[in-house]
């Protein structure tokens, strides 16, 4: 079982930055692919970033390329998502989750989730 905390979301002006940081409990967290998530008003959930098991392999959204970067600290059991050049598009609550596939991390599809921590970037 794998419990996962989400923070560091807030209020931002437009071209800010915000680091998210997810914590997980157990110790099985370095056995599994780690993903960054989105979730805008009246939208479906999508994904933003994933990172391998050991960190040697990372993909993003191309909404984010280049201005965010996902990163993990499997001494720490955490997973952060660095996030610059904010934009107002960027405002939805953020999740992250945790599988053993990468390739369903990139799909949305997920055996743990977090609760999501809100991000809102004003013009």
């Known amino acids: 079982q794998v419990q996962l905390v989400e923070s560091g979301g807030g209020l931002v002006q437009a071209g800010g930055s915000l680091r998210l940081s997810c914590a997980a409990s157990?110790?099985?967290?370095?056995?599994?692919?780690m993903g960054w998530f989105r979730q805008a008003p009246g939208k479906e959930r999508e994904f933003v970033a994933v990172?391998?098991?050991?960190?040697?392999?990372?993909y993003y959204a191309d909404s984010v390329k280049g201005r965010f970067t996902i990163s993990r600290d499997n001494a720490k059991n955490t997973v952060y998502l660095q996030m610059n050049s904010l934009k107002p598009e960027d405002t939805a609550v953020y999740y992250c989750?945790?599988?053993?596939?990468?390739?369903?991390?990139?799909?949305?599809?997920?055996?743990?989730w977090g609760q999501g921590t809100q991000v809102t970037v004003s013009s």
């Open positions: 157990g110790r099985t967290f370095s056995s599994y692919a």
């Open positions: 989750g945790a599988d053993r596939s990468y390739s369903r991390v990139i799909a949305t599809i997920n055996e743990y």
């Open positions: 990172i391998s098991w050991n960190g040697g392999s990372t």
